[in-house]
């Protein structure tokens, strides 16, 4: 099992930046592809990006390809979410994700583990 913990969100205006941060516990963590998922007020939960287990392949919404990036240290248990050029239009809660499997996915329903979220909010 694993349990997840994201932190780094917070109030930042347009075209600003954020790091997003999620550890993981236990001593499996470089087994699990990991993935980061967004809601937005009113809105289903949705697919912002994933990394492999090595971290040599990532995956990206279109909608955040170019000004977000995905990457992993699996010593410290961890994964990231560099967010640049940020719009309001980001403005959700965002989670991270395990997935026991190669890795890649997009569908929600493919990861087991999940955090619980944390605030990002783009002010115009």
């Known amino acids: 099992q694993v349990q997840l913990v994201e932190s780094g969100g917070g109030l930042v205006q347009a075209g600003g930046s954020l790091r997003l941060s999620c550890e993981a516990s236990g001593r499996t963590f470089s087994r699990y592809s990991m993935g980061w998922f967004r809601q937005a007020p009113r809105k289903e939960r949705e697919f912002v990006a994933a990394i492999t287990r090595s971290g040599s392949l990532t995956n990206y919404a279109d909608s955040v390809k170019g000004r977000f990036t995905i990457s992993r240290d699996n010593a410290k248990n961890a994964v990231y979410l560099q967010m640049n050029s940020l719009k309001p239009e980001d403005t959700a809660v965002y989670f991270c994700?395990?997935?026991?499997?190669?890795?890649?996915?997009?569908?929600?329903?493919?990861?087991?583990?999940w955090g619980q979220g944390t605030q990002v909010t783009v002010s115009s």
């Open positions: 994700a395990a997935d026991p499997d190669y890795g890649l996915e997009t569908s929600e329903s493919r990861y087991d583990y």
